[in-house]
């Protein structure tokens, strides 16, 4: 099994910025395909960004295309996403997920999540 666990979220005013952070442990974490998914409370969740195991594949969800980027580094088995600019309508619970799928940015083709990190964005 592939086990996740992101941390770094937190509550920040507009325009404020936030990097959050996904360890991987379980499995070799080079092989697996991973993104950032987004869940508002009542709301389906959501694509935010993805990137292949080699990162030469990356894409993300209009929203955020010019303010999130997503990064990893497989010599700590650590995904990242880089939120800049945030704004109150960014505001959800954040996941990580990880897929045996080289790449893809479909909810139902990633099998393991984490439990997830709050981003409130408020003044």
């Known amino acids: 099994q592939v086990h996740l666990v992101e941390s770094g979220g937190g509550v920040v005013p507009p325009g404020g910025s936030l990097r959050l952070s996904c360890v991987a442990s379980?499995?070799?974490?080079?092989?697996?395909?991973m993104a950032w998914f987004r869940q508002v409370p009542g709301k389906e969740r959501e694509f935010v960004a993805a990137?292949?195991?080699?990162?030469?594949?990356?894409g993300y969800a209009d929203p955020v295309k010019d303010r999130f980027t997503i990064s990893r580094n497989n010599a700590k088995n650590t995904l990242y996403l880089q939120m800049n600019n945030l704004k109150p309508e960014d505001t959800a619970i954040y996941y990580c997920a990880a897929s045996g799928i080289p790449y893809t940015e479909r909810e139902k083709e990633y099998g393991y999540w984490g439990q997830g990190t709050q981003v409130v964005v408020s003044s």
């Open positions: 379980g499995q070799t974490f080079r092989a697996l395909a």
């Open positions: 990137m292949s195991e080699s990162t030469t594949v990356t």
